[in-house]
């Protein structure tokens, strides 16, 4: 079960303006300290409230040329995917090339990924890239010798949003829940992607972190209990086939004491070992 646990990476202290504490740990730290093979890298840019002196609490640096410096000690885990369109949906052709390049020359890359890829207003496009774009992605990716995967990220509330034609150019699918209280249709969602996107596979997403909902936003622990729920529910999913893997959020939250932090990580060490077919 180890084997399909991925964890979700920004740059250091990307999500300050969100958890108004400084976390530290890098991404490959955090996947050591949760016990997990694998990892996303989703590049994130700072905003003008993030725009800080290096030194001060809420700086950031986002991942910057040359990128192979970041990918260096990522050889040791077992499978990378590295984002085209990082936070926020920002994508730019340079960076996109860029990645592209390291992954089809580093062994354990697997594939590349787009982070808030759809758009939840109806007045503006649908997603960062365009049908077309994708279509001219996904030959690059399955044109050379090296076959790379497609990674999206879609939230539990953009299922009915008129995207199936793009699903159908993925070759995986994060599902997410942004409000811990739809966790409580958690099932019925996954039922919903697997109807809208039957030939993607599927990895789900686990919060650590719980939106608090309010004008200006930020993020505290996930309950325990809605952690170990959503969890749960995910190693269901797996053991019966529905999804591939699960993706624990995130390393901009490992090193703030959080109770969902450390019950998640027990709860690695608990099932990490167990066999899953497939």
Not at 115 to 126: G, H, L
Not at 202 to 218: E, F, I
Request: overall charge neutral; glycine content about 6%; charged content about 25%.
């Amino acid at each position: 079960m180890r084997d399909r646990l991925w964890v979700f990476c920004n740059p250091r202290n990307a999500d300050y303006n969100m958890v108004r504490k400084r976390s530290v740990m890098s991404p490959l730290e955090s996947a050591v300290y949760l016990g997990v093979p694998n990892i996303l890298m989703v590049n994130q840019y700072p905003g003008e409230q993030e725009k800080y002196p290096c030194g001060q609490e809420g700086w950031f640096q986002p991942f910057e040329p040359p990128l192979e410096q970041y990918a260096f000690p990522l050889k040791v885990l077992k499978r990378v995917a590295w984002s085209i369109v990082g936070a926020g949906g920002i994508t730019k052709e340079s960076e996109r090339k860029q990645v592209l390049e390291m992954a089809l020359h580093t062994p354990n890359f697997v594939g590349v990924y787009m982070d808030d890829f759809f758009r939840n207003k109806p007045d503006i496009k649908v997603a960062s890239l365009t049908l077309d774009e994708l279509r001219d992605l996904q030959r690059q990716l399955k044109g050379s010798t090296k076959k790379l995967d497609l990674y999206v990220t879609l939230y539990t509330n953009q299922l009915d949003s008129p995207i199936a034609d793009y699903l159908s150019l993925i070759d995986v699918v994060t599902l997410w829940t942004w409000h811990s209280a739809d966790l409580a249709d958690l099932e019925g969602n996954l039922t919903q992607l697997e109807k809208l996107a039957p030939k993607s596979r599927k990895l789900l997403g686990c919060y650590t972190a719980a939106y608090n909902g309010k004008r200006t936003p930020t993020w505290t622990g996930m309950p325990v209990r809605a952690m170990q729920r959503q969890c749960e529910l995910a190693l269901r999913f797996l053991t019966d086939g529905r999804i591939e893997g699960i993706i624990i959020y995130g390393c901009t939250t490992m090193d703030l004491g959080w109770e969902s932090v450390d019950w998640t990580r027990a709860w690695i060490q608990q099932v990490g070992d167990r066999s899953v077919a497939g």
